[in-house]
């Protein structure tokens, strides 16, 4: 089958797919630039459609190679933004160059297979998964390769805990939603092995699960990663004593990806790291969310939208809870409670209310150390008994190219942008002065680098020093503030 560019038919198909990415897209619009012959689908431009009633027509007959190699042409990324299934004992393979990503159901309902590969000539790709996207297995005997690695398909959190109990190591996926209603309250973590192999959600979603206990899963090895996996509508009531504790996972050292959790985490220990993803990272986590709301009503624990404690590094992340302590000294902090010694947040944000503690910041609430970069909290009202900002709390750091816009208030110390800074010097940020109704950027230190805006010029162009790479405006988006390009707000 193959079918040439035609005029109108090229722009109506780049416009079903979107703006123009070098991407062979799997579409409900007609097939175009597409040859598919031998098993093998090819573009023969750089943007291509394949039509995905096509494709299950060709899988009912064998098996199907899509490639973003074709003859003298070279595609970036494969795009599925239409749902297709199949029930032969045929397997596709999805082979990008650098990234595949799954907006819309695939369902293998047969015994057939799925192969994926990313990074096929170029080491920036990733596969990911948008919030429609999924892939669903009827057959736990059907067969998923990623990147060349074999997975054992799962779909039951039982069946989850059990195999890597068996084999902490090994590589696991969920094949289909899965509901908790019935299971009752877990009295410990479900999971409670720590993944030391890989665990991939493929975009399924756990949800109505009831957990007295430090989190989904107890801990995160540092060979170990989940990924892709949202857990919605879950409660957790944690009472760890000095440890972490979290919506989905405890404590973390090895890599979180793609994950979205929406939890009510009622956190009752004390002295603990609490955090909507994670108690402690100490390893990676990025292009994850976390919203619903976190309640602490034990003393001294650090509570973050995101993250408890960070010592690894935050990336393309965000948290829309409501957080408040009622109960005893904490930090609270929209995105981090505390971020320490290697600690780096780049390219994130937070956008819920923080109330109560001694120390509160709209994205963080104490940098001890580390970095944070290219991140903003918005339209957070924060409050504190003893010190506020719209942004940090305590900054012992350095913040660069950021900004905020939440409205502080605190009996002790509290600025626009920073509470309370220990005589560190900030580059590149900025508070918005009409809607902090606060004067000053930093409430006790130096203000240098912290620059007062109204909310009229954020809106009118990017401030000093922002990259148009990173960062970007439209009237429609964010309220016409500044928004991160790759990290774009929710709709």
């Known amino acids: 089958m193959t079918i040439k560019r035609t005029g109108l038919a090229v722009l109506a198909a780049i416009a079903a797919s979107g703006p123009a990415h070098a991407a062979v897209t799997i579409s409900a619009a007609a097939t175009q630039d597409m040859t598919c012959s031998g098993g093998v689908c090819a573009p023969m431009a750089t943007d291509a459609t394949l039509n995905a009633t096509d494709l299950q027509n060709l899988l009912a007959s064998g098996t199907v190679r899509v490639t973003t190699t074709g003859s003298g042409v070279q595609a970036d990324n494969i795009r599925v933004k239409a749902p297709f299934s199949w029930s032969s004992a045929s397997v596709l393979t999805l082979d990008a160059y650098r990234s595949i990503a799954i907006e819309d159901s695939v369902s293998i309902t047969g015994p057939g297979g799925l192969t994926l590969a990313t990074n096929d000539g170029n080491p920036r790709g990733a596969l990911s998964f948008g919030s429609r996207g999924d892939v669903t297995f009827a057959n736990l005997s059907a067969s998923l390769e990623v990147n060349g690695v074999s997975y054992t398909l799962v779909n039951t959190i039982k069946l989850l805990a059990d195999a890597i109990a068996a084999n902490p190591s090994g590589a696991y996926a969920l094949a289909d939603d899965y509901d908790g209603s019935a299971d009752g309250t877990y009295r410990s973590s479900p999971v409670g092995t720590g993944v030391a192999g890989i665990v991939e959600g493929l975009g399924h979603t756990i949800s109505h699960v009831t957990i007295d206990a430090s989190g989904f899963f107890a801990y995160v090895q540092a060979s170990g990663s989940v990924r892709d996996i949202r857990l919605t509508n879950t409660s ?71 993250v408890g404690y960070n010592a690894g590094t935050i990336s393309l992340s965000s948290a829309t809870n409501s957080i408040e302590q009622s109960y005893g000294s904490a930090s609270l902090g929209g995105l981090v409670s505390a971020n320490e010694t290697s600690g780096i947040i780049t390219q994130s944000f937070a956008t819920g209310a923080v109330r109560g503690g001694n120390v509160a910041g709209g994205l963080v609430s104490v940098i001890y150390a580390g970095e944070v970069e290219d991140s903003y909290s918005i339209g957070t009202p924060i409050g504190s008994s003893l010190i506020a900002g719209g942004f940090a709390g305590i900054d012992d ?56 805006l109204t909310t009229t010029q954020l809106q009118n162009g990017l401030p000093v020093g922002f990259s148009s790479k990173i960062w970007a405006e439209s009237s429609n988006v964010n309220g016409g503030l500044p928004y991160l390009v790759n990290n774009p707000p929710p709709k």
């Open 236 to 306: 957790v009531h944690t009472s760890s004593v000095g440890t972490g504790a979290g919506g989905l996972v405890a404590e973390n050292s090895g890599n979180l990806s793609g994950d979205a959790v929406f939890v009510h985490l009622l956190a009752g220990g004390s002295n603990s790291y609490v955090g909507a993803l994670t108690g402690m990272n100490l390893g990676t986590i990025t292009a994850s969310s976390a919203r619903g709301t976190i309640k602490s009503v034990g003393p001294g624990n650090g509570v973050g939208g995101l």
């Open 397 to 452: 750091s350095i913040v660069t190219k950021s900004y905020s816009t939440g409205t502080p208030n605190a009996g002790g110390y509290f600025g626009g942008f920073i509470g309370y800074n220990d005589t560190r010097e900030n580059r590149l940020c900025y508070w918005d002065i009409s809607t902090s109704n606060v004067a000053n950027g930093v409430g006790h230190g130096s203000n240098r680098g912290v620059v007062g």
